[in-house]
């Protein structure tokens, strides 16, 4: 079992940044992929970027070029450093986690067991 838990939003004007951090507890083994998505009022959850154990990355083509996911393996915490916000990525942010030693080009909400409770990012213009 992991719990997993997001920090780091806020309200940021267009054009800022941010970086949401996700601690994360319990055994993750040596085989996993970990993940942001969002979930815009009215909206459903959509995956953001996903990144596995060897550091392979996959991103969401609407923030492709502007987000970056990483990873602090000593520290177990998971980041989202995300730079020209826009009000459209106003959205709960939730990291997500599975044992799985890969993750899948298309991030999907199903393919993860694992969730934190969120963390609202808003962008004013």
């Known amino acids: 079992q992991l719990a997993l838990a997001e920090s780091g939003g806020g309200s940021v004007q267009a054009g800022g940044s941010l970086r949401l951090s996700c601690a994360i507890y319990?055994?993750?083994?040596?085989?996993?992929?970990m993940g942001w998505f969002r979930q815009a009022p009215g909206k459903e959850r959509e995956g953001v970027a996903t990144?596995?154990?060897?550091?392979?990355?996959f991103y969401a083509d609407s923030v492709q070029g502007r987000f970056t996911i990483s990873q602090d393996n000593a520290k177990n915490t998971l980041y989202l450093q995300m730079h020209s916000l826009e009000p459209e990525d106003t959205a709960m942010y939730y990291c997500?986690?599975?044992?799985?030693?890969?993750?899948?080009?298309?991030?999907?909400?199903?393919?993860?067991?694992?969730w934190g409770q969120g963390t609202l990012v808003t962008v004013s213009s």
């Open positions: 997500a986690a599975d044992h799985r030693g890969f993750c899948y080009r298309n991030i999907r909400e199903a393919d993860f067991r694992f």
């Open positions: 319990g055994y993750i083994a040596g085989y996993y992929c």
């Open positions: 990144i596995e154990r060897d550091d392979t990355t």
